[in-house]
């Protein structure tokens, strides 16, 4: 069943008093497609770190939403397309890696870096076709510091308007943009809507209930727990406990010494997430995916300045993905709360979860039609 998408007006009042977008939102079939066509195909949506697109050849895919995209560097620098043959819509590239040209494995039409279809076996004997009708559908991508973003609309704001300042905090938490490496790449999957996900993502009220590892090494009290709406990404940021520093936790944690003091998360909108953790200098990304209206899946990247400890680099690994699964355990319950669609609403606090609120109000006004901003 459907319901009707109420007036942006009314939603937008009603955040403003506290009060949340409505729990069909999180079940809606009909919510979820506008989502895709209002939020992923407008937005910039992270594909991959910029130094696995260095040479000539080397691509990346990944989706804006439910659309397969790539991105390759050719001689003229990134170039983004829809990863989609424009013969039967098989995948044409899948993973990441380096091409001399783009070759869709189902009947290999072929195109070169530039998009252009070069090949196509039995064309020539087709009547009226022409190689040039029909090279890969051409996508923005563009890099942001060391992120490489695309976006399939052709009118939206430069990536580097949006997210350019995060580099700038990003910076003054000791970690070195330009010299941190990939460690670790993986995918994953949950049973939560994206938006439940990343609302949880947004507030840290839950920290000290929910979390305590992570209290335990980060100050989460709301007087030093700082929260920042940036307008395309917002901020969290707090500072290591000198009890952990000393090691006179409670709880046994990897170790928070090194020259990160001040832990940072930052959203992106739509649905990409950087988290620094206390330590030697360490950042990892997450990309939360719709799949369907009751699950979620996505990709992680480790990144650690150069030099990091094996030991150090598992320790902080297998932290992050303590925190994730007690996350994952929250968002879980959130999802059976609202798959009834009672309460409709629910109530927020607006001093704690004001990200939140920013968060619904831009889905809110992409929804509407109009700038997420
Ligand atoms: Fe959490």
């Known amino acids: ?45 992270y594909v991959g770190p910029l130094r696995e697109l260095a040479e000539v050849g080397d691509y990346v895919t990944g989706h804006a939403g439910n659309v397969p995209v790539l991105v390759v560097r050719n001689d003229e620098g990134l170039a983004g397309f829809v990863n989609v043959c424009r013969h039967r819509r098989h995948l044409v590239m899948k993973g990441r890696g380096k091409a001399a040209l783009l070759q869709c494995s ?9 998009g252009g279809l070069r090949r196509a076996p039995r064309s020539a004997e087709e009547p009226g076709f022409r190689l040039e009708d029909f090279p890969l559908l051409p996508v923005r991508a563009e890099a942001v510091g060391p992120f490489v973003f695309v976006n399939l609309d052709p009118d939206a704001p430069a990536a580097e308007t949006c997210y350019g300042p995060v580099l700038d905090i990003i910076a003054r938490s000791g970690v070195d943009l330009a010299t941190i490496e990939l460690h670790s790449r993986g995918d994953w999957a949950a049973r939560a809507n994206w938006k439940a996900m990343l609302e949880n993502y947004l507030e840290c009220y839950h920290c000290a209930v929910a979390h305590p590892g992570f209290s335990a090494a980060i ?16 901020s969290q940021a707090g500072r290591v406990r000198p009890a952990a520093l000393e090691g006179r936790s409670k709880i046994e944690l990897y170790d928070v010494r090194g020259a990160v003091a001040e832990s940072q998360y930052h959203f992106l909108w739509p649905n990409l997430t950087i988290n620094i953790n206390p330590g030697f200098p360490n950042l990892s990304v997450d990309v939360w995916l719709p799949d369907g209206t009751g699950a979620t899946r996505g990709f992680s990247e480790q990144y650690f300045a150069p030099g990091v400890d094996p030991q150090f680099a598992e320790a902080l690994v297998g932290f992050n993905r303590q925190v994730a699964q007690e996350d994952d355990d929250l968002t879980d319950s959130v999802q059976q709360g609202l ?11 607006t001093r704690s979860e004001q990200l939140v609120i920013q968060f619904q109000k831009m889905i809110a006004r992409a929804l509407s039609g109009a700038s997420a901003v």
Do not use: C, K
């Open 1 to 45: 069943m459907t319901t009707a998408i109420e007036p942006a007006s009314d939603l937008l009042a009603a955040l403003d008093r506290g009060e949340s977008l409505p729990a069909h939102w999180y079940t809606d079939p009909a919510i979820l497609e506008q989502e895709m066509l209002q939020v992923f195909r407008r937005s910039w949506n």
């Open 339 to 349: 798959a009834g669609g009672l309460p409709a609403r629910g109530r927020f606090l």
């Open 219 to 234: 100050d989460v009290r709301p007087d030093v727990y700082t929260l920042a709406s940036h307008g395309w990404f917002s």
């Open 106 to 114: 189902y009947h290999a039409w072929t195109y070169d870096l530039a």
